[in-house]
């Protein structure tokens, strides 16, 4: 369900920024959970 939110979000995200904004923030977003995931081991 998470994905699909994500995923309609991102398209409108890309159409009005342009396709940087959105990749930026799902990789600041990626980075974020590692390491929430690395400091809980």
Sequence with gaps: ?????ANLLAG???SRYGP???M???QLLQI???LALLSSA
């Design 12 to 14: 409108k995200l890309t």
């Design 1 to 5: 369900m998470l994905i699909i939110a």
């Design 32 to 34: 974020i959970g590692l």
């Design 20 to 22: 940087r904004l959105p």
């Design 24 to 26: 930026a923030a799902g």
